[in-house]
């Protein structure tokens, strides 16, 4: 059973910064491109960064600059920094594990979620 874990959300006030980790278990984080969405209240989930086993990395409209993702294959760890936070920011950040291989088959697993609030 793959397992998510995220960590690293709280109360910040604006114009400081994150990181939040996920943390995989059950399997080898370095098969699937990892990522980070995000879910306001009231809205859409969104894309904020993924990254790929090679550290290709890409990111969701608006995000590139102040998010920055990261993967530790060795620790089976995927990190978001987050940089200069806004109010707008505030929202629940979930870490997603996607593999998709002729093999293996197709496998989307998604973290419970951290809470990330931005308020001064």
């Known amino acids: 059973q793959v397992q998510l874990v995220e960590s690293g959300g709280g109360l910040v006030q604006p114009g400081g910064s994150l990181r939040l980790s996920c943390a995989v278990s059950?399997?080898?984080?370095?098969?699937?491109?990892m990522g980070w969405y995000r879910q306001a209240p009231g809205k859409r989930r969104e894309l904020v960064a993924t990254?790929?086993?090679?550290?290709?990395?890409n990111y969701g409209d608006s995000m590139r600059g102040r998010f920055t993702i990261s993967r530790d294959n060795a620790e089976n760890t995927v990190y978001l920094q987050i940089y200069s936070l806004k109010p707008d920011d505030t929202a629940i950040y979930y870490c997603?594990?996607?593999?998709?291989?002729?093999?293996?088959?197709?496998?989307?697993?998604w973290g419970q979620g951290t809470q990330v609030t931005v308020s001064s």
């Open positions: 997603n594990a996607y593999l998709q291989n002729p093999i293996l088959g197709r496998h989307d697993y």
């Open positions: 059950g399997s080898i984080v370095s098969m699937y491109i």
């Open positions: 990254i790929t086993s090679g550290g290709i990395t």
